[in-house]
């Protein structure tokens, strides 16, 4: 994630944030075409503004209330529609490329647009009798099972589209498609490191303004008492210069990076497989690719399957 922003990052504190924006921003040559090695030789096509619903006149009053949720508790019960948790195709983010006809794995972008809008109001997080319902993720890759467990508490729109990209498929043959580490020096004398892995870009190459199937997430960040920071295990959104420009892809924090808090929206924590994480981080890369600390790996690391499973939590034991 370290291309996106290097001047953006002067307003975030650190130079190191700008490592994980790196990838995550733009920096002025647009990529559209994955390479023939990590994309399987699929044809990037010119695909057409995807069709998004309108937005309901008049939101329901019990939406209006709960929109300044202050406690997790709120943000566990929020049920946004998709039209009010996302930015549509008709407004992209500044130097976002538009959607391709088909993913890297083969399969069709407006298919799988279509599946999420038809799962995302079946996505609840509680059941009728107001029971919490836990989400995880068992992410399959060649190099082991990274399990996450998700947090609709901090950020249920960005779960709900992950557990509907995950269910339609988006995410099975994709990649894990970029290798973040980036040692700076944030005063003299000291330096921190950032080591991440991102993934889920459409085209499987990671580049900026790569990532989104035509539509983009509104940020959600966690009321104080939640108590969030980044640290290793930490899977968040991929996001541009913009705040709205998150879609499908997600990173992996493998080190602490507090200075990312309240910038990139969190919305879930590695559970079990954190040293799968570390493995994929440790392969080798393109060098010849580096954009501000953040490389191709040099063989595809494949994402074999996403597979999300639940639970209810029993109360009043």
């Not at 647009?30 to 695909?47: F, I, V, Y």
């Not at 497989?273 to 890369?285: S, Y």
Request: charged share 25%; glycine share 8%.
């Amino acid at each position: 994630m370290a291309v996106w922003a290097k001047s953006w990052n002067r307003a975030v504190r650190s130079c190191i944030a700008a490592a994980l924006i790196g990838t995550l921003t733009w920096t002025g040559c647009s990529k559209q075409s994955a390479s023939s090695e990590q994309s399987g030789g699929t044809p990037q096509g010119t695909q057409t503004k995807l069709d998004q619903p309108a937005a309901p006149a008049v939101r329901p009053q019990h939406e209006q209330e709960d929109a300044p949720a202050g406690t997790t508790a709120d943000l566990q019960t929020k049920q946004d529609s998709f039209v009010q948790a996302t930015r549509g195709g008709d407004d992209p983010p500044a130097h976002s490329n538009p959607p391709p006809d088909i993913t890297v794995s083969g399969k069709p972008v407006y298919k799988i647009y279509k599946e999420v809008l038809a799962l995302w109001d079946t996505i609840s997080f509680a059941t009728p009798d107001g029971k919490p319902i836990h989400y995880s993720a068992i992410v399959e890759t060649d190099f082991g099972t990274i399990e996450i467990a998700l947090r609709p508490d901090l950020a249920p729109n960005h779960v709900r589209n992950f557990v509907a990209l995950a269910r339609a498929g988006y995410y099975d043959g994709l990649f894990f498609d970029r290798i973040c580490h980036e040692e700076t020096e944030v005063e003299p004398g000291k330096t921190q490191v950032f080591d991440s892995i991102e993934a889920g870009c459409p085209l499987g190459n990671g580049d900026p303004g790569n990532g989104s199937i035509g539509y983009w997430l509104k940020p959600e960040f966690p009321p104080a008492e939640a108590k969030v920071t980044h640290e290793p295990g930490t899977v968040g959104a991929c996001r541009g210069v913009e705040e709205d420009s998150a879609a499908c892809r997600f990173y992996i924090t493998l080190c602490e990076a507090p200075y990312l808090d309240g910038h990139f929206t969190v919305f879930g924590k590695v559970t079990r497989g954190l040293e799968v994480a570390r493995t994929i981080a440790k392969q080798p890369t393109r060098e010849d690719e580096d954009v501000a600390g953040s490389l191709r790996p040099d063989r595809p690391i494949k994402i074999k399957k996403v597979t999300i499973q639940t639970s209810v939590e029993e109360t009043g034991r």
